[in-house]
């Protein structure tokens, strides 16, 4: 898949949580956006000072097709005190630019996976990989019976990122369980799978097995390592544990 460099014009956006916000843009170049689910784009600008740099974010749009001219293409920004991305962000309306290249990452749903089972685990926009593969997900618990558990960390209710959608998609699809995990406060009436803590200590009820399992981890690095070494310890392969970290940088 090549990687291209393109232009985002903003068509939407809202907040997800108190300091992370969802912003959908088109091409503006009229061109489709070839990517799998789970890869990434990056954002390109300047600092202050000229410097170029750039930032990382995930593809958060559910989809089951390349993204044809138009197409919402849709990302979450975690807003960083006294960021340069965040100050990019903050400023850019409806119907302004911003320039991107990509699709990047191999942190993606494999064809020749035959396992029993997806472990995906996330904090933070850590999540937004698993909302775009949600189309693909359905597509293999119908086709061969996958069962799937998405383990969200967060502080409080209102950090559950896309907390409506995951939900929605379990209600449609039995094969799917939604399982946040707060570490703060819980909701005012929990759901039977909200579980308090945080979710390496939820993964354990869950029995991590090397015989079905494959796992996905990505957000906080501490949250990544955790997790990685309790799999391990569980004896899946290393394979068998995909891994993306995200640090946030200003």
């Known amino acids: 898949m090549a990687i291209v460099h393109f232009p985002l014009r903003l068509v939407g956006s809202r907040m997800l949580a108190p300091s992370v916000r969802h912003l959908a843009f088109a091409r503006d170049d009229g061109q489709p956006l070839d990517f799998i689910p789970g890869q990434f784009i990056q954002v390109h ?142 909701p005012a009436t929990p759901h039977p799978d909200d579980r308090r803590g945080y979710v390496q200590d939820a993964l354990a009820e869950f029995a991590p097995s090397a015989e079905g399992d494959i796992a996905y981890l990505c957000g906080n690095p501490n949250m990544v390592d955790a997790n990685f070494e309790a799999l391990k310890a569980a004896g899946l392969p290393v394979p068998h544990i995909r891994r993306e970290k995200y640090v946030s940088s200003k």
């Open 45 to 186: 600008f300047n600092y202050p000072d000229g410097t170029p740099t750039k930032r990382s974010y995930s593809l958060a749009t559910m989809h089951d097709h390349a993204l044809g001219p138009g197409e919402a293409i849709e990302i979450a920004v975690s807003y960083v005190p006294g960021g340069a991305a965040t100050a990019l962000f903050e400023a850019l309306d409806e119907g302004q630019q911003i320039q991107a290249s990509g699709p990047y990452g191999r942190f993606c749903l494999m064809p020749a996976d035959a396992n029993r089972r997806y472990l995906l685990v996330a904090t933070g926009t850590g999540v937004t990989p698993y909302r775009a593969m949600l189309p693909k997900l359905a597509e293999l618990i119908a086709s061969r019976g996958v069962e799937v558990v998405l383990l969200f960390g967060c502080r409080t209710p209102a950090e559950l990122l896309y907390g409506d959608d995951f939900r929605a998609f379990a209600a449609a699809h039995p094969g799917f369980r939604y399982v946040p995990c707060f570490s703060r406060e819980m």
